[in-house]
């Protein structure tokens, strides 16, 4: 712990700068204490025991890189306040200034000094390699979580740095940060009926405190897997699988055959659902002729019919899916429920062969309407970054970026894909643990690399607390 006491007779005070005391701010504060929070080490404490009420924020940095400034928000306090710096990096030497806001001047406290902690053990590792050392055009921040119990979300620096770590107990099967709510949206664990589904959900924030978790038989619909995001008005929409009973005797099957589809639900943060959709409107497994069949070892076609494995809006209100297994992705009226087009082999929109995928993942929705996704190239062991641009009016669909990744980073499946600006995209191979940042040319710059299993690796641009 380190404690920086304001005292005009005797001042002891840590500064890179050697500034002179600012004794305007002792007539606000008594002292300020820096401790690491005992349960993370990226994480410090700062508490301030203030004199009076006065509005203030705090700025911090590097001690080696003063471009690396950060700032809270404006509080307002006149007792003592804790805040809590994120997004530190490990065993680094960090300088903070106290910035008070008196009437229609900013009064600055002394500059002080604190060193982060390294990191436990037991945290996954991270390896960088640049290939290439023309700096990449966007800084930002990587999501990534450990599959494996007891679960780790992580946020990782642009250069491969831990930035930020939070323990869920459970394996994290797939996870999302949202910068608008600086929240994090998980499910965990395995459920006691289906393999790719988990036992809970859960949305943590950046301060590690919980605003959401339900176990699966708290839900109404329990069978969360493979996605979930926030919503602008803040509710929860979340990938389910939905089972339907079907009479299949056209296919040798019985007249009370169980089908399990894929829909989402949309939750309040109380996890109460407001808004269910499913794809049996759509699609009639009645009407498809391998329903009865197999999908090898993962068991019989309708125990798990398409697979749905990513969900995306627009700012409209339109609702993007992606299925695996037959390899689409549907655009979802939000507000109707009607599938608008079906993306991809067998769908309604005319594609170039080339847009046509080998398993489909991570799709995400780009601000000029182009359509990003990942196809995992299952035949051809090549994954790729593909976007397509879609002429509802005429049916039809042009490609606008094919990227081929390394074969050796290829992802069968799982895995992801992300733009990082205009020209550059990340790539997360979840089958090689490996992260790439690739130019629109298929250039790799720079490869991070880990030990623990994930399902994808999500770029966040810019996060503000």
Same mark, same amino acid.
């Given at each position: 712990?380190?404690?920086? +006491? ?47 009420? $006065? ?26 306040? @804790? ?11 960090? =300088? ?30 991270? @390896? ?71 036992? @809970? ?9 919980? =605003?959401?978790?339900?176990? =699966? ?6 069978? $969360?897997? =493979? ?9 929860? +929409?979340?990938? *389910?699988? $939905? ?15 169980? !089908? ?13 659902? $407001? ?43 339109? !609702? ?8 689409? +992705? ?17 769908? *309604? ?26 196809? *995992? ?12 641009? !879609? ?25 992801? !894909? ?48």
């Amino acid at each position: 712990m380190r404690i920086f +006491i304001f005292l005009f007779s005797l001042t002891v005070l840590l500064s890179c700068r050697q500034e002179p005391a600012d004794n305007q701010a002792t007539r606000f504060i008594s002292s300020i204490t820096a401790e690491t929070d005992p349960d993370n080490a990226l994480r410090e404490k700062i508490r301030i025991d203030f004199k009076t009420r $006065v509005p203030y924020y705090i700025e911090y940095w590097k001690a080696s890189d003063e471009s690396s400034l950060r700032k809270t928000r404006r509080y307002d306090c006149n007792s003592e306040q @804790e805040v809590e710096l994120l997004l530190l990096e490990p065993a680094t030497q960090y =300088h903070f200034c106290v910035h008070l806001e008196d009437q229609n001047q900013i009064v600055k406290s002394d500059i002080y000094s604190f060193t982060t902690k390294g990191l436990p053990g037991w945290i996954s590792t991270y @390896e960088r390699e640049d290939f290439i050392t023309e700096p990449i055009q966007k800084k930002g921040y990587i999501h990534i979580a450990s599959k494996t119990a007891p679960g780790y979300l992580f946020l990782l620096n642009d250069k491969g740095t831990i930035v930020w770590y939070q323990s869920v107990g459970k394996g994290v099967n797939v996870s999302t940060f949202d910068p608008r709510f600086n929240t994090f949206q998980c499910i965990l664990g395995n459920h006691p009926a289906n393999q790719f589904a988990g036992s @809970e959900i859960l949305v943590i924030d950046l301060w590690g405190k919980i =605003h959401l978790k339900k176990q =699966h038989s708290e839900l109404k619909n329990g069978f $969360v897997h =493979h996605d979930m995001r926030r919503l602008e008005n803040g509710n929860l +929409i979340v990938v *389910n699988y $939905v089972p339907k009973t079907f009479d299949l005797t056209k296919w040798g099957g019985t007249n009370t055959e169980t !089908v399990v589809g894929d829909g989402y639900t949309i939750l309040d943060m109380t996890g109460k659902e $407001v808004y269910a959709w499913d794809c049996f409107n759509e699609m009639n497994p009645q009407n498809d002729p391998d329903i009865m069949g197999t999908l090898g070892a993962l068991g019989p076609v309708r125990e798990d019919w398409l697979h749905a494995n990513s969900i995306q809006t627009d700012n409209q209100g339109y !609702v993007y899916m992606s299925f695996n297994w037959i390899n689409q +992705i549907w655009k979802i009226d939000g507000k109707t429920g009607k599938v608008v087009y079906r993306l991809g082999k067998d769908g *309604n929109i005319n594609l170039p062969a080339e847009a046509l995928t080998q398993g489909v993942h991570s799709v995400s929705i780009a601000e000029n309407g182009n359509i990003l996704f990942l196809d *995992n190239g299952q035949e051809t062991a090549i994954s790729r970054a593909v976007a397509v641009s !879609v002429n509802e009016s005429g049916r039809e669909g042009n490609i606008n970026l094919n990227i081929s990744f390394p074969k050796e980073y290829s992802t069968k499946f799982q895995g992801s !894909v992300y733009p990082l600006s205009d020209n550059f995209y990340l790539y997360g191979s979840s089958n090689k643990n490996a992260i790439l940042f690739s130019d629109s040319s298929g250039e790799i710059y720079r490869k991070i690399t880990t030990k623990h299993a994930f399902f994808r690796a999500e770029y966040i641009p810019e996060i503000n607390y």
